[in-house]
C-alpha cells in the first residue's frame, strides 16, 4: 500500500518533518498530484512551478479573504470581516489606488539610495559582536533589518529595541491556522502599541516633515489622492510583516546555506561580485516565504480538477522553486547558477513591493559578516527552526568565528 499523500498540518511548519525539511514532502506531493485538495483545512495546494506562476500572475483571482467562501483556509486563517485587510491582500480598485500611492518609494532607484545607511547598520551591528560563538539569528539576523527599516521609517534609536519586539509579536499569529489564545492576546497587544506609536508619529511629520519614510508618506500624492492616517498605519505594519521579518528568514536562511555548502562561501569571498547571482539563488533555494495564496474569482478547472468560486488556492513557493521540470539539479544550492529566476516574491498586482529592499538588505548583510568574519563555521547542531506556518524561519542559528 503506498504512503498516503501529506495533507493538513503535514503541509506547515507546525508539523516537525515539515519544519525541519520541507522539501522532500513537498517533492513527494508534487510527484503525486497536479493539485492537492487538502480537506483538513478547505484548500487547494500547488506545487508545480507553472501552475504556482500562472495562479500568482492571473489578475482576475481574488486575494481578499473576506470573499472566500465560509469555512475555507482563506476566510478563516485570514479573514477578518469587521477591517479592511492591508494592501498584501486587498484587490483593486483599493490595491492599485494604494500601491500607486505608495510604491514611488520602492523603486529599485529609490532604495538604491538607502545601500550606504543599510551597510552602515549592518557594520554597526556586525562590529559589535563579541566572543567567538553566537547565535546569528540573534545577533545579526534579526537586528539589521530591524533597525535598517526603523531608521528608514525614523524611529528614534532609543526606540529600537521595543520596536524590534512589538514587530516580533504582532505577526508571531498572524498566518497561523491553529492560534493559541495567550499568543493572539500578546499579538493584539504589540499591534495597538504599534498603530499607537505610528499615529504619533504621523502626528509628529505633518508639523515636522523629514527625508525618512513616514514622511514620505504622509506626504504621498497621486491625482489629487492622499492616505489617510490609517492607511500610512497600515503601510507601516505592512513594512514589518511582509518585509523586515521575511528579510530576518533571508538572511538566516541565506548563512545556513553557505555555511552547509562552504565550497560556495568561499567561492563568494573570492568572487565579490556573484553576491547578487547568490541572494537569488538563496531566494531560490530556500525561500522565507512557503506558501501564498489567492481566492478563486469563478468556477474554473485546473489541472483537471473542478475548484468552486471562493475557494482558496495556496500555491507553495518553496515547491515550486525546486520542480526539477524546471530546475537541473534543484536541490542543489549554487550561487554560479545561471537560471536563478523564482517565484519567492510573489506575482501578478502583488508582486512584493519591497523585494528591492530586501535584495539590498541581503547582499550588504553578507558583505558585512564575511568582511568581518574570514572564518565562520556552524556549530554542529546547534540550530532550530520556528513553528511558523507559511514561513521558513530559523529560531536559532549557532555559529564559531575566527577574528
Known sequence: MADAVPTGLELTALDKPFRENPYPILA?????????HDQVFKRYVFTRHDDVMAILRDRDLWSDPRKGNPGTFSREVLGNDDEEPSMLLMDDPGHRRLRELVYRSFTPRAVEQWRSRARAVADRVIGEIDGSEFDLMEKVARPIPTVVIAE??????????????????????AFSPVKEEAAVRLAEKAQASLDAFFEEEIR???SESGEDLISQLVAAEAV???????????????????GNLTTTDLIGNGTKAFLDHPDQMEKLRAQPGLMKNAVEEILRYDSPVVNSGRIANADMEIGGVKIA???SLSVTLAAANRDPDVYPEPDRFDIEREDTHHQSFGGGRHLCMGAHLARLEAQETFFALFDRFPEIHALEGRYEYAPVPSF?????LWVRVAR
Not at 489629487?224 to 511582509?242: F, K, Q
Request: proline residues 2%; aromatic residues 4%.
Open 392 to 396: 521558513r524561519s530559523l529560531k536559532s
Open 28 to 36: 513527494k506531493l508534487r510527484q503525486c498530484e497536479r493539485v492537492h
Open 309 to 311: 468560486r471562493g475557494e
Open 224 to 242: 489629487g489622492d492622499r492616505l489617510s492616517v490609517a492607511e500610512v498605519i497600515s503601510t507601516c505594519n505592512l513594512l514589518l510583516a511582509a
Open 152 to 173: 528608514l521609517l525614523g524611529v528614534d534609536p532609543s526606540m529600537h529595541e521595543s520596536f524590534k519586539q512589538w514587530s516580533h509579536d504582532s505577526v508571531e499569529v
Open 204 to 206: 509628529r511629520r505633518r
